[in-house]
Structure formats: C-alpha cells, structure tokens
C-alpha cells in the first residue's frame, strides 16, 4: 500500500503565495518491489474537470500547464519521496482542490497511480 500526505492549502488572496508538499510513504512489502517514476500535482475547480498543474519525473524533466507557467514551480526530494509546489502570484482562478499524483511501477511492470485526498487552495480578492 502507498499513501500520498498533502499539506500546505489554505486561504490566501490574490497575488499571495503558498506552498504545497506531499509525501509519500509505502508498506515494507510495497518498498521492496515499488519504484517511482513520476510525481506531480493536479487540481480541479467547482464545475470543472481534473487538470494537469505540474508533474516532475523520475529522470527530472519537468512539466507545467500553461496557466500556470512562470508563477508555479514544481521540486522533488526522491530521498524523502516528496514532492512540492511553491504557488506565487496566485490569482483568483487558481481556487481549487489540489491533488497530489504518484506514478509508479511494481515488479512484473505493474503501473500504478495514487492519489492524494487534496488539499484546497482558495484565493480571495
């Protein structure tokens, strides 16, 4: 079993910044035969679909959704197998619920997803 702990959401207004970080954490079962490849944040907003915010893979390319580009900054510590978002200049759109995502492969190449329960993030004017 692998679990994904969120922290870092709040209220904050428009052109604050904030911080997000996950972690994960595995059985001593899992740890033996699970390996991450790729860890990142979505989000999504009242009425709208999942979206990719941010993702961060194993070999350290890194990815960003327009809309966000320039104010978001996605890191990653593989020895704590963590991963955080620092939020800049946040603006009223980017409320939402955020959700930390690990991807990874058990032996035999099983690819499997987690996810975080999501942590809200509200901007105010």
């Known amino acids: 079993q692998v679990q994904l702990v969120e922290s870092g959401g709040g209220l904050v207004q428009v052109g604050g910044s904030l911080r997000l970080s996950c972690s994960a954490s595995?059985?001593?079962?899992?740890?033996?035969?699970?390996?991450?490849?790729?860890m990142g944040w979505y989000r999504q907003a009242p009425g709208k679909q999942r979206e990719l915010v941010a993702t961060s893979t194993s070999g350290g390319s890194t990815v960003y959704a327009d809309s966000v580009k320039g104010r978001f900054t996605i890191s990653r510590d593989n020895a704590k197998n963590s991963v955080y978002l620092q939020m800049n200049n946040l603006q009223f759109e980017d409320t939402a619920v955020y959700y930390c995502?690990?991807?990874?492969?058990?032996?035999?190449?099983?690819?499997?997803?987690?996810w975080g329960q999501g942590t809200q993030v509200t901007v105010s004017s």
């Open positions: 595995a059985s001593a079962a899992a740890r033996t035969i699970f390996s991450i490849d790729n």
């Open positions: 995502r690990l991807q990874g492969v058990y032996t035999l190449l099983v690819v499997k997803d987690y």
